[in-house]
């Protein structure tokens, strides 16, 4: 009960602190060898910043982005969230800790089929015990363009629309971090656009600390830094380059 409560208190002021990684290992057991997914990654990602993560295939950024967000745990180094160690935090901690201040974005969208839109967005809710606050599901769902969509299921809806709800989902708790898994790359290039444009509006107008996997040059040129990476390593921090510019490292890195 101590640890849940703490969680409690940082997630509290999370909006004013920094999501830092220090020296960060990730390493798997495949096959016959070890995979070295990270390798020593440090990073600071200031509050109500947006990060883009960008690499060649295998190159970590995914793998960073489950240890940023406490999906995943590293086998050496640390990841703080302000003050919590989410490296130190035992899982119902974490747990606790994640479903109350942090929302997730992934390609997939992840929507339970036989729910509501409304159900779905009220699903992290719903695990954390939390009363549905109907007004608050039209709230999001207005602000992602899904006014009136509450009583639809995921299968009846387009791509772009099933994203909105997967974006609508995180933004229910007002959560202080966002994290994002190529967002956008399973979309057709107006509606990417509009979804960038709401992950952006969180960070400029919620305070929210955004931090985006993608491939996609034009994606990360709405970020505030991009940080590039191959074979498990931080080669490049790049504040608010051109789109030009991280096309250019980006193909010097494939």
């Known amino acids: 009960m101590r640890a849940a409560r703490r969680a409690e208190d940082w997630a509290v002021t999370l909006r004013e602190h920094e999501i830092r990684v220090q020296g960060l290992h990730r390493e798997y057991d495949r096959g016959t ?12 990602c200031a509050p109500g910043s947006f990060t883009a993560v960008m690499g060649p295939s295998g190159s970590g950024k995914t793998t960073l982005l489950q240890c940023l967000a406490g999906i ?4 050496r180094g640390t990841v703080h ?3 919590a160690d989410i490296t130190r935090l035992r899982e119902p901690a974490l747990a606790r800790l994640r479903r109350s201040t942090a929302g997730f974005v992934f390609q997939g969208y992840n929507l339970m089929p036989a729910m509501t839109v409304a159900e779905n967005v009220l699903l992290p809710a719903r695990l954390m015990g939390h009363r549905a606050d109907r007004a608050r599901v039209g709230t999001v769902l207005a602000e992602v363009g899904l006014d009136g969509c509450e009583r639809e299921r995921p299968g009846r809806l387009s791509g772009g629309q099933q994203q909105r709800v997967a974006i609508a989902r995180a933004l229910y708790n007002r959560p202080a971090l966002l994290f994002a898994d190529e967002p956008t790359g399973a979309l ?3 509606t ?3 979804i960038l444009r709401l992950l952006r509006d969180g960070v400029d107008r919620h305070g929210q600390t955004c931090v985006m996997v993608t491939h996609d ?3 990360a040129g709405v970020a505030d ?5 191959t074979d498990g390593e931080l080669v490049e921090d790049l504040a608010r380059p ?3 510019a991280i096309a250019a490292k980006l193909g010097r890195l494939s």
């Open 72 to 75: 995943d745990r590293p086998t």
């Open 217 to 219: 040059p034009l994606a």
């Open 188 to 190: 057709d290039r107006g």
């Open 242 to 244: 051109s789109v030009a």
């Open 225 to 229: 830094r991009v940080l590039l990476m």
């Open 81 to 83: 969230w302000g003050p």
């Open 33 to 44: 060898g070890r995979v070295h997914a990270l390798r020593g990654v440090s990073a600071t």
């Open 192 to 194: 990417g656009r509009e």
